[in-house]
């Protein structure tokens, strides 16, 4: 199937929204699991629970957001 920009472009912003929420969560929260990169006093990490989290959390939102779409064109 190929995307058309505006699916593309929401994806892309689908992908931001999730990612930046799930940072301020943590940040606020004191949660490292929750932030995609951990900045420590001698370096940074990668937390690949956090992207894997932000990958399921997206497909789900995403399912959600086609199936939507297509009650609402189904309707009219």
């Known amino acids: ?14 992908v931001l929204l ?3 929420i799930y940072y301020v969560i943590g940040y606020v929260f004191h949660i490292d699991i929750l932030k ?3 900045v420590h006093k001698d370096g ?6 956090a992207i894997l989290l932000v990958f399921v959390t997206t497909f789900i939102v995403g399912l959600i957001l086609m199936n939507l779409q297509k ?4 309707n009219e």
């Open 71 to 74: 009650r609402k064109l189904n």
């Open 36 to 38: 995609v990169f951990v």
């Open 18 to 20: 999730i990612t930046t």
């Open 1 to 14: 199937m190929i995307m058309e920009k505006n699916e593309r472009l929401i994806a892309y912003i689908l």
């Open 44 to 49: 940074f990490s990668i937390g690949f629970a």
